[in-house]
Every structure is written in C-alpha cells, then in structure tokens.
C-alpha cells in the first residue's frame, strides 16, 4: 500500500485548508485510516481517524475544527481543517491499517511521507 498526501501548505490562524490522502496499491488490505501529526520535538499523535464502516475520532484539540473523511473505494482520504491555529502547525501523515479499531495506540501498518501544514498567528 502507497499513501501520498497533498494540501499543506501556509495560512493565516482561522483558515482553512483540506488534506488529502491517495491510497494505491493493495487496497483490500486497508482497514481504518487516520491522520497524525507531529511538532518540532513533539512525538507524533492521531488526530482523527475514520474505519472502514465511518466511525470517526477526533482528537480533542481538533474537536469540531477538523473533519475527516474517507471515500467507499478506499483510494481517497481527506481531512478538511477549519479555524486553524498556530498551534495546529506540524507535519501532518496519512497512515492506514490492516486492522479495524479508531483508538489512538500503535497499529498503523502504512504511511505517507507527510505534508507540512504552517499556521502562521
């Protein structure tokens, strides 16, 4: 399975911007998804994840800001990100699984090279 992420970029706190995760490869084997972020000197952390039947997890910084979503096929993920904050800057990965939970421990089994998201305040 290949992941490649796009839609990073640089914007002004209270934008928005829209992430997207492309899937290829052995698609049968993909269970739930997920996007992680991760800080300068900070460890990397989920910020949502989405399983195969739609449950959704948010982390709760991102509560009600950042909505993700995935399509039936499996070939496309996206992470729509409104009312950024600064805070919100870190490189941001798309992973999926061969397994089926949403909870924010390991699991992750494939990953994308990750696409910087800068807020600026």
């Known amino acids: 399975v290949q992941l490649v992420e796009s839609g990073g970029g640089l914007v002004q706190a209270g934008g928005s911007l829209r992430l997207s995760c492309a899937a290829s490869?052995?698609?049968?084997?993909?269970?739930?998804m997920g996007w992680y972020r991760q800080a300068p000197g900070k460890e990397r952390v989920l910020v949502a994840a989405?399983?195969?039947?739609?449950?959704?997890r948010y982390a709760d910084s991102v509560m009600g800001r950042f909505t993700i979503a995935r399509d039936n096929a499996k070939t496309l993920m996206s992470l729509q990100m409104n009312s950024l904050k600064p805070e919100d800057t870190a490189m941001y990965y798309c992973?999926?699984?061969?397994?089926?939970?949403?909870?924010?421990?390991?699991?992750?089994?494939?990953w994308g090279q990750g696409t910087q998201v800068t807020v600026s305040s």
């Open positions: 992973a999926a699984m061969r397994g089926t939970h949403i909870n924010p421990i390991p699991g992750y089994d494939y």
């Open positions: 490869g052995d698609l049968f084997s993909i269970g739930s």
């Open positions: 989405i399983s195969g039947d739609g449950r959704t």
